[in-house]
């Protein structure tokens, strides 16, 4: 097999799975795919802006910069670090023949959590000035606000739009699937839908202590999606300089300030 990384840290056809993810994880705006010749994979990375290397078939490299790019500051350090603690932390799977996966990032903001004055926003982002991002307030239900609530809309929410009719689920190029994988802070997420939820079911959404699960308005439909398409739920740490955590992070935390700064009221135009 042949793992073609079109767009990575450093572009190229890598021999394992292993190898090519390093190039990646924690990349943003990464794309990769596996192929079972290398002719394929090499046309896969050339799509992308990358011309084959003389000195090595398997090696592609960028062309030169231009005049912009070589001003650019050095990104060096964020993505060093950012590939580093996704290695530390997560274990991806291997891309599928036929599917191209795209990340996006989720987040909620809660503010005063707890309390009566509780305040939360939410955070969906899919890259710089993408028309997907999203920075919208928790909507109202039957419960005070919570960090915990904000986390699972914002992943609810992603999942919406890639439902929705008009997201691409196939690439016109390629004829490939594309499939989604959203990346979260929120370790009590991640869990909801891999460690607790198959025992929350065999007891009737119960709790070990026997009490209804929390939040099943969003659990069950979330794991419904999950399972009928190719998303994959991935957890990131916070505050680690991972940039679409950090910008997510500020697109929850807008609302929950603004809110907060209101008194957590809307007021409708007369």
Not at 86 to 96: G, H, I, T, V, W
Request: aromatic content about 10%; charged content about 25%.
């Amino acid at each position: 097999m042949f793992y073609a990384v079109q767009k990575g840290t450093t572009p190229g056809i890598y021999n394992t799975w292993d190898e090519a993810k390093l190039q990646v994880s924690g990349f943003k705006g990464a794309v990769f795919k596996k192929f079972k010749d290398e002719p394929s994979a090499k046309k896969f990375v050339e799509e992308g802006g990358f011309k084959p290397s003389t000195d090595s078939p398997t090696t592609l490299k960028r062309p030169h910069p231009t005049t912009t790019e070589t001003n650019q500051p050095p990104k060096k350090s964020k993505a060093s670090k950012v590939s580093t603690h996704l290695q530390e932390k997560l274990k991806e799977e291997a891309p599928s023949a036929d599917t191209e996966y795209i990340p996006v990032y989720t987040d909620g903001s809660c503010l005063n959590n707890g309390s009566d004055n509780a305040v939360a926003g939410i955070g969906v982002w899919w890259g710089d000035d993408h028309p997907l991002n999203l920075s919208e307030p928790l909507p109202d239900y039957d419960g005070l606000p919570s960090n915990i609530r904000a986390e699972l809309v914002a992943i609810t929410r992603a999942l919406d739009q890639y439902c929705s009719a008009t997201f691409k689920k196939v690439n016109s190029t390629t004829g490939n699937k594309i499939g989604l994988v959203i990346w979260t802070d929120s370790k009590y997420s991640c869990n909801c839908l891999s460690k607790w939820i198959d025992n929350w079911m065999k007891k009737g959404w119960k709790t070990s202590t026997g009490s209804d699960v929390a939040h099943r308005d969003l659990i069950e439909p979330m794991y419904n999606i999950i399972k009928k398409h190719p998303i994959k739920l991935r957890y990131c740490a916070a505050h680690c300089g991972i940039y679409g955590n950090e910008q997510a992070d500020i697109l929850a935390g807008a609302w929950s300030s603004e809110l907060n700064a209101i008194g957590g009221k809307f007021f409708d135009d007369e």
